[in-house]
């Protein structure tokens, strides 16, 4: 006869090592990185909590829902950008290089761009980006209605544009889109769009900085010269 097979002793939890406690600080650090390496749309409650070893259920004591994720995505993304700012310079010129800052954020992620729009953002670094802004504005004499009203302006701009480039497309395809577009522009009919065959070749001048170098321009100058809205009748 054999000699029965003694059982396997039983291995106690309490010698798995213990994890980490949950933190929302360690919900963003990991979302982020699940943003970086997969892309926003992987960034849901099921895929973190997978990351983290626990169930998705844990997450909300910590965070909303998952538009409040994405909103804290992005205020941990524009840390930097108010850290950086430039120092040196005019206003305006620290002021456009502290939305160019932004811009580019938004550039690289255009899905939190796209968020951007139908959210509105309240963490520290965003709150941070505002007030200096707002700073900004104030040592260039703008007036305080204008500064408060223009700082909407000059957010939106940059956000839109980023969501624009939703939809990554390789150099070669822009450029065939492009010269497309060039084409179309040459040969339209002068005589049933003659202002579009008039600038036709202004119409696609600049690349994409000097445009946008211009566009603060023309928001910064409207709101230096902003006056008060006149009372309704």
Do not use: C
Request: glycine share 6%.
């Amino acid at each position: 006869m054999t000699a029965k097979a003694s059982p396997k002793t039983p291995r106690s939890r309490r010698e798995r090592p213990a994890k980490p406690a949950l933190t929302r600080q360690g919900i963003i650090d990991v979302a982020l990185a699940i943003l970086r390496s997969e892309g926003l749309d992987r960034v849901t409650m099921r895929r973190i909590a997978t990351a983290l070893d626990t169930g998705p259920s844990s997450l909300y004591v910590y965070v909303r829902n998952t538009e409040d994720l994405h909103a804290q995505l992005l205020d941990a993304l524009l840390g930097p950008v108010t850290a950086s700012r430039p120092r040196a310079g005019t206003w305006r010129k620290r002021l456009k290089a502290l939305l160019t800052s932004y811009r580019d954020v938004l550039f690289r992620h255009p899905e939190i761009a796209r968020m951007a729009l139908s959210t509105q953002p309240s963490g520290p670094s965003y709150l941070a980006l505002v007030d200096a802004i707002l700073t900004l504005l104030s040592e260039g004499g703008v007036t305080a209605r204008a500064a408060a009203w223009g700082l909407d302006l000059l957010l939106l701009y940059p956000t839109a544009v980023a969501v624009e480039h939703t939809t990554p497309k390789p150099p070669s395809q822009r450029a065939a889109e492009f010269s497309a577009l060039a084409t179309k522009i040459a040969t339209v009919d002068a005589a049933r769009y003659p202002h579009i065959a008039r600038l036709g070749a202004e119409l696609i001048s600049g690349d994409g900085p000097a445009r946008s170098d211009w566009a603060f321009d023309v928001l910064l100058d409207g709101i230096l010269t902003a006056t008060a809205p006149k009372a309704r009748k």
